[in-house]
């Protein structure tokens, strides 16, 4: 009974607001955690009562250890074009905290075209590189020509075509979902799901229409409104199905729906009357936002394993673990 009572490591790191990684080493008075930040992980874990499991701590040490030895391995971050505003940025922080956290070196390596990829990725192999994390920039397929063949290598994020690398990314479905029965918690009966179409070959417009139309089948014959899955674009065709059905609520891909609707002189929705399936920093409505901090954590982890146990190339049916979304109030 004591045993299922026991705090757990991840408890204190997620009341810390830092990583398993970060509070393991800066309990155990290791790594490079500064004090201040190593002081207020030790007083959360006496709060919560946390006391260490002697067999795992004594694992985490000795796997410490061994990272040491490899503290100036480099593993590549690579994308396409420089881009450091928003999202991109988080994640790119993030993957570099959780890759020092381990004992990598993070090598951000922006290149101009994807011709220019392999040139980069031989300079790192010289220098005694094995593995690479690849960050999406644009709608480009450029993944598909990386050259892994002596690579392990982790694709972080995007809005999913079909992948050629095992990948951590967003679970949509799951956005959708989790707006819907936000909007009814909120006393909306009928919500207008309009997850359009963002791209060709994309799954997640599919994911995302198939979540939607999950929905509506839950809710009573008179409050259904069929989806709209236009293209994202189709201003006109979004503002005739709105028209329509007059949804009490619209959960909508971006802003740019509220920009249609104004545009065919039809009031703003309130902060209240809209949700955001890809809430941003500084949006004004609420919404399911890009874990990037977990993206970021399980796609290191999963790069780690792959480095240990030397799984390098293209997989012929690669891994897609979806993370639950964050949610932002805007």
């Not at 190339?313 to 109030?329: C, H």
Request: charge should be positive; glycine fraction near 8%.
């Amino acid at each position: 009974m004591a045993e299922e009572l026991r705090v757990s490591l991840k408890q204190v790191a997620a009341v810390a607001g830092v990583s398993i990684a970060t509070a393991s080493q800066a309990l155990r008075r290791v790594g490079g955690t500064s004090t201040a930040t190593a002081a207020r992980i030790k007083a959360v874990a006496d709060r919560l009562g946390y006391r260490p499991h002697p067999t795992l701590a004594a694992l985490a040490s000795a796997r410490f250890r061994a990272s040491s030895a490899r503290r100036a391995e480099p593993v590549g971050v690579f994308m396409l074009r420089p881009n450091g505003a928003g999202g991109l940025l988080r994640l790119k922080t993030a993957l570099h905290r959780d890759l020092q956290d381990l004992g990598y070196r993070a090598v951000i390596e922006v290149v101009a075209s994807a011709e220019r990829i392999p040139g980069r990725v031989r300079h790192w192999r010289h220098k005694g590189m094995r593995g690479a994390l690849l960050l999406p920039v644009d709608d480009s397929r450029w993944d598909q020509s990386f050259p892994a063949e002596e690579l392990a290598v982790v694709f972080c994020g995007g809005r999913f075509h079909h992948p050629c690398f095992d990948t951590v990314k967003t679970d949509v479905s799951r956005s959708v979902r989790d707006a819907f029965s936000r909007a009814r918690a909120r006393g909306a009966r009928r919500v207008g799901l309009a997850p359009m179409r963002v791209g060709p070959g994309q799954l997640d417009d599919w994911l995302r229409r198939g979540a939607a139309l999950a929905c509506v089948d839950e809710l009573p014959e008179a409050e259904r409104i069929p989806p709209c899955c236009l293209p994202l674009d189709d201003g006109r065709g979004f503002v005739a199905w709105y028209r329509k059905h007059r949804p009490d609520l619209l959960i909508g891909f971006n802003q740019l729906l509220c920009w249609h609707l104004e545009s065919a002189g039809l009031p703003r929705p309130g902060r209240d009357e809209f949700i955001n399936l890809h809430a941003e920093l500084g949006s004004p409505y609420p919404g399911p936002a890009e874990p990037f901090e977990e993206i970021a954590r399980k796609a290191v982890e999963l790069l780690d394993w792959k480095i240990r146990f030397s799984v390098v190339g293209k997989p012929e049916s690669p891994v897609v673990l979806l993370v639950p979304p964050a949610w932002r109030e805007g």
